[in-house]
């Protein structure tokens, strides 16, 4: 928890910028009836029944500083996939960064170890090379700040029938674009003193 508060405040470095990544699941859904739009004195409406058609993965990477952030639907959450979108951060996102500094949770895929297994060595070296990683602890999730804003993207656009990962894409390219053209950044204030006052319990006991 330190450790990730510790990143939070450090002076702003855009050689070395600091991004938050969580990512979360979105059913697809399509209509089984054409929906109805909005008349004059009628709200839209649509069938309570729907066809599924399975599920995404949404990927979202947050620099809170900058006010800067990206969306990527895929199948699934591999390590292959997580790996795809670290070379995206590297060479598209942010190419001329010396190091990118990572907070993300502590799942499985999110190690160095997937960048070998999606990439050949020397690539997947020269990625490593690029990333320096923090880890939010264990029931910690709250500490990341891109889960705050998926919290954001679900409200503002996810709640509606998407029936396609194309779709689903386009929809939150479009929201993340609206996002950072307001430069939507987000401040962090709780400190390692707040944490250690507030979190007192947490902490071991020391014995004289």
Same mark, same amino acid.
């Given at each position: 928890? $330190?450790?990730?508060?510790?990143?939070?405040?450090?002076? *702003?470095?855009?050689?070395?910028?600091?991004? #938050?990544?969580? $990512?979360?699941?979105?059913?697809?859904?399509?209509?089984?009836?054409?929906?109805?739009?909005a @008349?004059?004195?009628?709200?839209?409406?649509?069938?309570?029944? *729907?066809?599924?058609q399975?599920?995404?993965? %949404? !990927?979202?990477w !947050?620099?809170?500083?900058?006010?800067?952030?990206?969306?990527?639907?895929? /199948?699934?959450?591999?390590?292959?996939?997580?790996?795809?979108?670290?070379? /995206?951060?590297?060479?598209?996102? *942010?190419?001329?960064?010396?190091?990118?500094?990572?907070?993300?949770?502590?799942?499985?895929?999110?190690?160095?170890?997937?960048?070998?297994?999606? !990439?050949?060595?020397? $690539?997947?070296?020269?990625?490593? /090379?690029?990333?320096?990683l923090?880890?939010?602890?264990?029931?910690?999730?709250?500490?990341?700040?891109?889960?705050? /804003?998926?919290?954001?993207?679900?409200?503002? #656009? %996810?709640?509606?029938?998407?029936?396609?990962? @194309? $779709?689903?894409?386009?929809?939150?390219t479009?929201?993340?674009?609206?996002?950072?053209?307001?430069?939507?950044?987000m401040?962090?204030? !709780?400190?390692?003193?707040?944490?250690?006052?507030?979190?007192?319990? %947490?902490?071991?006991?020391?014995?004289?």
């Open positions: 928890m $330190e450790d990730v508060l510790a990143v939070y405040h450090r002076p *702003y470095d855009p050689k070395r910028p600091q991004i #938050c990544m969580d $990512e979360t699941s979105k059913a697809l859904h399509a209509h089984s009836r054409k929906p109805l739009p @008349a004059p004195g009628r709200p839209a409406r649509e069938d309570y029944e *729907y066809i599924r399975g599920t995404a993965n %949404l !990927f979202l !947050f620099e809170p500083v900058a006010g800067k952030r990206g969306v990527k639907a895929t /199948e699934r959450r591999t390590r292959v996939d997580w790996a795809e979108l670290i070379r /995206e951060l590297v060479d598209q996102h *942010y190419p001329h960064a010396e190091k990118i500094v990572l907070v993300m949770d502590n799942l499985n895929t999110h190690t160095l170890a997937s960048l070998y297994e999606a !990439f050949a060595p020397e $690539e997947a070296r020269r990625l490593a /090379e690029k990333l320096e923090h880890y939010t602890p264990k029931h910690g999730s709250w500490l990341n700040m891109a889960e705050i /804003e998926l919290s954001v993207l679900a409200r503002q #656009c %996810l709640a509606q029938r998407l029936p396609s990962r @194309a $779709e689903l894409q386009n929809k939150v479009a929201w993340a674009d609206n996002r950072n053209a307001q430069a939507a950044k401040e962090w204030r !709780f400190t390692i003193d707040d944490a250690r006052v507030k979190l007192k319990r %947490l902490y071991p006991t020391l014995l004289d």
